[in-house]
């Protein structure tokens, strides 16, 4: 380095995403510290319907869990889906409900906004190792899109190992469209949606970087492929909204 030559600041400047989520890095973490109590609001600004998509998985639930049993909710990050079902199953003693995530932030969270629930769980493990029990209603939202493809199956076919016969799991996943001209309209939409929320271009711009390589979404026939080879026969898309899709899998 010339002597006259000024130092580069090695300081990482936090990225912001939303008003009160900013980065220490480029890349997206959901151990971000404080990220637990801030992102039930970013999610729902995040995705378009998300109440809707809960309300109508919550209706759903009841098809498969009267008879009672364990139902889990792998990837339940604040817990929030899991803790509407346990509520309004409160006084239905056949039915214990589980949430499983790795991030232990999102869990301690969990646990502290559902003191009240006897009969709903958080634990804190990587669930692709969790041994899961018979159970009838298995919800994975917005989980698979993180993972590795060949981790994907795995946990699928453990799902569906696990489901009861006439059980069933949820999938909610960020897709993308076979016409690349879709993809590019909806793209452009999903931008304006976003702008709605409230967030500004930066944040959304720097939302989709730190994204990049870890958030990876599939088209809706490649994911039914997947869930075929997992040994679903019978899936049905019970909602679209713009790149945001959910699957019924009926074992």
Known sequence: MKKNEPKRSREIFPISVDRNIQLDSPVWSFSLEGLATEFDDHIKRS???????QDLIVDLSDYYTRQGGIIFD????TGELIKRLAEKNR???????????KEEGMIL?????????PNLEFIHCDFLEYSLQKTPFVLICYTLQFMTLA?????LKKV????????????????????????????????QYKSRMRFNSSEILAKASSLTGILT???RQHNFKLFENA???????????LHFETYLLEK
């Open 47 to 53: 995705i378009p319907a998300y109440k809707e998509t």
């Open 74 to 77: 792998l990837g339940c990050s």
């Open 91 to 101: 006084h239905n003693n056949k039915n214990f409900w589980m949430g499983l995530d």
């Open 109 to 117: 969270h969990s646990k502290n906004h559902t003191r009240d629930l």
């Open 151 to 155: 981790s994907r199956l795995v946990l």
């Open 160 to 191: 569906f190992a696990a489901l009861e016969e006439g059980g069933a799991c949820v999938i909610s996943e960020k897709v993308l469209e076979e016409n690349s001209s879709t993809q590019n309209m909806f793209s452009s939409l999903y931008h």
């Open 217 to 219: 979404p599939l088209t």
């Open 231 to 241: 040994g679903f026969e019978k899936v049905t898309l019970l909602a679209k909204n």
